[in-house]
């Protein structure tokens, strides 16, 4: 189930891209991406905020997620001239403190964006279902 959900999400993004090209601000990647998921059917929550449990006090600054889709995956977009570690540690950071099995990094500034993501997962992934 989460490999399908992967697979549309990518192909949504593929979709943006083709459309929309390289160059405009993250946040129309953003809109223009949660029209493109809602039109395969996937029920997706933008600018979600989580809160951040620090040794089991919930804090009052929360984490801001651009995009969690079907209640699994987190989705960080990009929309810079060029991707670095960081961007990957901050998506693992997310997955690590909301407890979601998985994270797509997209970054929509490039000309091809199946090279400019990535893919990432949790121990909580292991521990889903075989598909």
Do not use: W
């Not at 493109?36 to 809160?51: A, H, I, Q, R």
């Not at 091809?112 to 279902?129: G, Q, Y």
Request: charged share 25%; glycine share 6%.
């Amino acid at each position: 189930m989460i490999g399908e959900i992967s697979f549309k999400i990518i192909g949504c993004a593929i979709e943006v891209h083709k459309h929309l090209g390289p160059g405009l601000l993250e946040s129309v990647y953003q809109m223009c991406l949660i029209e493109e998921l809602k039109m395969c059917g996937l029920k997706v929550e933008s600018e979600m905020y989580f809160p951040i449990l620090y040794k089991g006090k919930k804090l009052e600054n929360k984490l801001r997620l651009d995009l969690v889709v079907e209640e699994l995956i987190i989705v960080e977009l990009k929309a810079v001239e060029k991707m670095i570690p960081l961007y990957n540690a901050q998506l693992l950071s997310y997955l690590r403190l909301t407890g979601k099995p998985k994270g797509l990094l997209f970054n929509f500034n490039c000309e091809n964006i199946r090279k400019e993501m990535d893919s990432l997962v949790t121990n909580e992934f292991a521990m889903l279902p075989k598909e």
